[in-house]
């Protein structure tokens, strides 16, 4: 959610901020701020807003140039967006300061102990608590006062610290919440999100939970809780700089809708074979596969909607009892989970909190864990007993594109690879989808040329108090991956209903002009999707039809897409592609912030 940086070394430390700050600004972005020390005196600069104004501030102020500092873009949790509550944070007299991800929990107790000490606080967060924690516990050894500090902290953290005793180091320490640390030709350099370093450096050193990392300007050292040295395992990072970059696009939503083709290409075409599919990643024997009795897939927000298809593929060709949960529900329920249930967690991230929560409680219940993230040494990749990577690239975007598609086009592998082995799916079918899976990247790439269509559509509807999409089977779930993508990005309500659920209430809201995106690419269904659609129409809504099935505009008196026709499997690939070109050019006439929609982070990574 938030962004950390940290940088120390031979180049002045603010524009290296600023740039990691760039990068990350996507995860959290209410306010921002940076610390840099010069001559022993750290400075803060902190704005409420965009890094913009954070780097007008900064502009506005004598030039400051620095070896050392941290910085951190801000998505509010306790305490209001504003300057005073931006981090960094500092004790009362500057000593040590403090950037934070995460959310201390018992902030509150440690607040009023700090209180009755006489300690003023400048904020309402959390994050002050750590300061002054470390300030109230200094020992004269920044190394053994953090430690000692961490030990009172309960919650999640990721920590950029720096103190005046030491003016030419910087610390770092993390739990739950990930940090990642790089050394360059010119210094070292700390950061919550891989992103920021790419411009530096291809090598990574992922910290692990209560690891202290020290960082001057030639190299950093790792302790672990028992203040022992430890050799960090360096980790190659493959993603590019240009990759996270827009490239001429007007949004980085835009470029990942493009993207989507390579993403779906990337991640299908390292498991399929001449002979069919193969997960190297996964254990080989059919006993291994047998062994389980059900399936539950758990994930947030448009992963849960990928979990819902996958939930409806996997029942259909694998024949086991699936359930699709939505992470943070799944973490606190008394669910069914035992050594015969395959766990599969869906997060592009990696790091969000609830699903972190859902897979560590399916492995203490015995299950085993399979992770699908896009985030290599993300804390779920970590942590999962298997990991399944997507190959979709850096995704920026808050909301996402390409990481969906990706997403979807592994679970078609791991359906179609998992179907086989257990012999249900004949080799006719087999053999077809696997011909039409090949080929799906140049059917998403055909469907997203008409991407410009959708303007006209955007202009004619982008004032509708309300949208509904609707369809049956897995169209009803893409329906909500539309549904949403919509909401997040142009603001507008918008609700997705299996079609024949419509009249069970929903139905009154329709009225004159009310926009309705009707999806049908299931041909045994498309007779009852159409009784659906005249429902509505019937009703006055301005019908958009997106199919697969030949019809005419004239045969429905309203707008028709015509969808390459697909095996019914695949069909969810390129069904959603017009839904997520709609809400774009519908957000992009409304004037919004379309790659950071209000209130709205990239990686959630609180409950
Ligand atoms: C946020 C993002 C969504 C994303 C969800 C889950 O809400 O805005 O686009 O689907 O988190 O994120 P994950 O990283 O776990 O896929």
Redo the contacts with the bound molecule.
Sequence with gaps: MCGIVGYVGKSNAVPILLEGLSALEYRGYDSAGICVMKNGTPTTIKEKGRLSDLKQAIAATPAISSALGIGHTRWATHGAPSAHNAHPHSSENDFYTVVHNGIIENYISLKEMLLEQGVRFQSETDTEVIAHLLNHNHTGNPMETIFKTIRQLEGSYALGIICKAEPDTLYAIRCESPLIVGKCSHGTLLASDITALLPHTSQAYLLENHQLCVMNERDFFVYSEEQEQITPTPFPVDWTVESAQKQGYDHFMLKEIYEQATAVKQTVQCRLFEEGICFNELPQSNQWLMGFRSIQIA???????VALLGKDMLETYVRLPVSAEI?SEYRYRNTLTNPQTLFIA???????AD?LAALRKAKKNGACCVAI???MGSS?AREADYVLYTYAGPEIS???TK??SA?LALLYLLTLSFSHRLGHLGQEEWEEILEQLKALPKQISRVIADTPRWVSYAEQFHNAKQFFFLGRGMDCFTGMEGA?KLK?ISYLPAESYPAGELKHGPISLIEEGTPVIVLSTDKRLFPKVLSNLREVQSRGAQVLLITNYPIGETDIAGEVYLLPDLHPLLMPSVSVLPLQAIAYHIAKVRGCDIDKPRN?????TVE
Excluded at 299 to 305: D, R, V
Excluded at 600 to 604: D, E, M, Q, T, Y
């Design positions: 994930a947030c927000g448009s992963a849960y909607h992470a869906i997060s592009q991230s990696g790091e969000t699903t993230c896009n985030v779920l808050v909301a996402t990481a969906y997403q949403l997040e709205l982070a990239k990686s959630v």
